[in-house]
């Protein structure tokens, strides 16, 4: 079942912060990000094992709440580079793999 | 080194026709996944291999829809009379590791279909 993401889109000025949700209804152990820009393939940003961990690096980060089978993906003082489609994708116990709708971000100047 | 690539880039096929679409993984990569993206969504899911093993097929449309790596490395997605709703971005990905849980999954550029 795919996982739900909110919001569907968001528009940020450069410089200013975003979270992205993504929540299943299925028992998930691992959480996986990925961005992918308009004409090319996914690019990987994280995974997130169960164990509620918190993960970052340069200004994205992400938690993982296994409790409430969710996920969030922090982007903090948004860069023109950081434009793209965010997608949460989800391990349903090493079978298979579902990715969610999608998180339009645009970042203007 | 090289990523995963994937041949052709772009396919035109006329409605009725098969198509072969070809996916070469990371060498050593174990997991080799197929996705199907139309226009605006996020890849859906069709098919999961672990070596030459295809451990998960739910994600075929429908029984026109066949997917092979029978070595382990190099897969094939087969799509047999063609239709206009097959027309989409397929995507190839692999893994390192031989499950889906906590492996980062690598993308090749895609082979965009179009069915007239």
């Known amino acids: 079942q795919q996982p739900v993401q909110s919001p569907q889109a968001v528009i940020l000025r450069e410089g200013e912060d975003a979270v992205i949700n993504c929540s299943s209804s299925k028992a998930l152990y691992s959480v996986h990000w990925y961005r992918q820009k308009h004409g090319e393939a996914p690019v990987f940003l994280m995974i997130l094992l169960k164990g509620g961990e918190q993960k970052g690096h340069d200004k994205i980060s992400a938690s993982f709440n296994e409790k409430k089978q969710q996920s969030s993906l922090y982007l903090t003082a948004s860069q023109l580079s950081y434009s793209g489609t965010y997608f949460c994708?989800?391990?349903?116990?090493?079978?298979?793999?579902?990715f969610g709708p999608g998180t339009r971000l645009s970042v203007l100047p | 080194g090289a990523g995963v690539s994937q041949s052709p880039r772009y396919k035109v096929a006329k409605r009725g026709q098969d198509v072969a679409l070809r996916c070469d993984p990371i060498?050593?990569?174990?997991?080799l996944f197929w996705y199907q993206q139309a226009l605006g969504q996020g890849p859906e899911f069709l098919t999961y291999f672990q070596n030459e093993a295809q451990l998960d097929k739910s994600g075929l449309p429908s029984d026109r829809f066949f997917a092979e790596r029978p070595e382990g490395s190099v897969s094939t997605l087969k799509i047999q009379r063609t239709q206009q709703e097959d027309s989409a971005v397929y995507l190839c990905a692999s893994s390192l590791g031989g499950t889906t849980t906590g492996n980062e999954q690598f993308f090749g550029p895609g082979t965009r279909l179009t069915v007239l």
């Open positions: 060498s050593g990569h174990v997991s």
């Open positions: 994708g989800t391990d349903n116990y090493g079978q298979n793999f579902v």
